[in-house]
């Protein structure tokens, strides 16, 4: 059922990403193709969900279109406290001005490109709200529902990368089919209440993951961990601990424990378990996931991710995830290394881990073991005379060949040894996380001894040792979020989420020039504000 719906979306996306992927948000053209007229049976609708949830997908996957590279990433792990820049700025223009800020601008194509995709999200999914309810549809009020609450997840979705990044922006309730060039701000109230309106829909008619055949579909724990963080952002401290313990409680979902999968039987640890390729989903033994964006080798499975479709999308290179590209390192280019399955595959070292987050460990921590964060590499060429021994000494290129670097996203396809496709998992939402935003509840709600019993399920769980309450604070649980969730959680839209970005890179020794406060939000693309002629798009301060 899957593969036949993604064919169908091939044909029923193709339209609205070529239509708006490429264009301005604000421009003078009608934003989808994917008429009411198209939306007449099931199956479109199944096939619009899944439309969506692909061009979500372009955070992770879009390489490259006529504005950057996969230095897009980057953008929201440099500048931060967990990574730094370890390209020449030629080579990443786009991450540049994320770790020296005066030059983050209005003109950014960052902040560009996330503003229109989160509004093509958005507008795509008012499509379906649209039409789903439209006179002489025969549907049962259950699909219906679902389908509705579906489109409505993945609009909240956008709106709340809007609202974090931006705050107040326009609010758009109805699909967009003809040009509207007077736009104009709401408050970061109206946006977060449309949110959590849309959320709260969704959770209440979405299916338990137990009853998805496809389980990265929309389900109603995505909705309740997402809901979670909006009440977070908003100060609904009370309404994200009860949001996490429906997750928590709900017996769905587990932390992972014991070993599993396809490495079962090698050596390693439960926790480095989840993010190896082929146990990432939940039909693979990861029942600790609650959102797996799942990808596919395209030598194996039709239209799978990987391969260069820019004559259905113009524009644009699918390559599958770009992760490994951008937090790998570069080890095959020190004579002596070859590119394998251990050491990897082949990343691009684009950046770095910071020496602060690499020392928040305490021996002993299994998120912090071998096979977690490599810092160690050895010669693997047969034919070298070093063969073995370490790679080390002042030959050696330890900016950006040889660092240390996250083993989450290792992926290595034999067929392919030089690695120019990518096709591993992303796990969006796991448990883990659900048990750090209830510790932050609880500490918000200045419940210090609930969140530190919060905190130490998930440092028991990587035998680190438990944290009392005297010693739980929000520095304390964001490094905590640092230590479980590296390269996998967006640290740039949590410390900006948390209004903890500036303070986090201060006074840590980190490679960060002219942050302040202005920061905290990202500037509204000045094309927009352009092409805005008929009302004033206003522009964040200090931008």
């Not at 795509?124 to 789903?132: D, E, H, P, R, S």
């Not at 996490?244 to 050596?267: D, E, H, M, P, W």
């Not at 937090?327 to 394998?340: A, D, Q």
Request: a negative charge; aromatic letters at 10%; one cysteine or more.
């Amino acid at each position: 059922m899957k593969k036949y719906l993604y064919g169908i979306v091939i044909c029923l996306t193709a339209v609205m990403l070529i239509t708006s992927c490429k264009k301005s948000f604000l421009n003078e053209t009608a934003y989808s193709e994917f008429t009411p007229q198209a939306l007449n049976d099931s199956l479109s609708f199944e096939a619009s969900i899944v439309g969506i949830q692909s061009q979500y997908n372009l955070w992770n996957t879009q390489e490259e279109d006529a504005n950057g590279d996969q230095g897009f990433l980057c953008a929201w792990q440099m500048g931060t406290d967990i990574a730094y820049n370890k390209s020449p700025d030629d080579l990443d223009p786009m991450a540049v001005p994320y770790t020296n800020y005066e030059k983050l601008t209005s003109n950014d194509v960052v902040s560009s490109f996330v503003y229109r995709w989160a509004y093509d999200i958005i507008n795509n999914a008012n499509l379906v709200i649209a039409n789903i309810g439209k006179p002489g549809l025969t549907f049962s009020s259950g699909f219906r529902n679902r389908i509705k609450a579906q489109a409505m997840f993945y609009r909240g979705l956008g709106y709340n990368y809007l609202a974090t990044l931006y705050g107040g922006v326009p609010i758009i309730t109805a699909p967009l089919t003809a040009p509207k060039t007077d736009f104009v701000r709401a408050s970061l109230a109206q946006v977060n209440s449309l949110i959590i309106s849309d959320l709260t829909f969704a959770e209440a008619n979405l299916p338990g993951i137990d009853q998805l055949k496809v389980t990265e579909t929309p389900h109603w724990a995505m909705a309740a961990q997402l809901l979670a963080e909006v009440d977070l952002r908003t100060g609904d401290n009370a309404g994200a601990e009860a949001e996490c313990n429906k997750i928590i409680n709900s017996g769905l979902f587990t932390l992972t424990t014991t070993r599993y999968g396809v490495r079962a039987g090698q050596s390693g640890d439960a926790y480095s378990d989840m993010f190896v390729y082929g146990n990432e989903r939940r039909s693979q033994g990861n029942h600790e996931a609650i959102w797996v964006e799942e990808m596919e080798n395209p030598a194996a499975v039709t239209n799978g991710s990987g391969p260069d479709i820019n004559n259905m999308f113009p524009g644009y290179r699918f390559l599958g995830s770009q992760h490994r590209r951008v937090w790998g390192c570069r080890y095959y280019n020190e004579p002596g290394m070859l590119i394998c399955d251990s050491l990897g595959g082949r990343g691009i070292s684009r950046m770095a881990l910071t020496y602060y987050v690499l020392n928040l460990y305490e021996p002993g921590d299994m998120r912090n073991s071998q096979y977690s964060i490599r810092r160690h590499f050895y010669y693997n060429d047969p034919t070298s005379a070093q063969y073995g021994q370490l790679v080390a000494g002042p030959s050696v290129d330890t900016n950006r060949n040889i660092v240390p670097k996250t083993n989450k996203w290792d992926q290595f396809d034999p067929n392919d040894t030089f690695g120019s496709q990518d096709f591993k998992d992303v796990i969006v939402m796991r448990l883990g996380e659900t048990y750090l935003l209830k510790a932050e509840a609880q500490f918000n709600q200045g419940n210090s001894q609930g969140a530190a019993t919060t905190l130490n399920v998930i440092r028991a769980r990587a035998n680190a040792s438990p944290v009392t309450p005297d010693k739980v604070s929000m520095d304390f649980i964001l490094d905590e979020r640092a230590r479980e969730l590296i390269a996998e959680e967006n640290r740039r839209m949590t410390l900006m989420r948390t209004k903890t970005l500036v303070q986090r890179v201060q006074g840590r020794g980190l490679k960060i020039t002219n942050i302040s406060s202005t920061n905290l939000l990202l500037p509204i693309p000045q094309s927009e504000i352009d092409l805005n002629k008929d009302a004033k798009l206003t522009q964040n301060p200090g931008y």
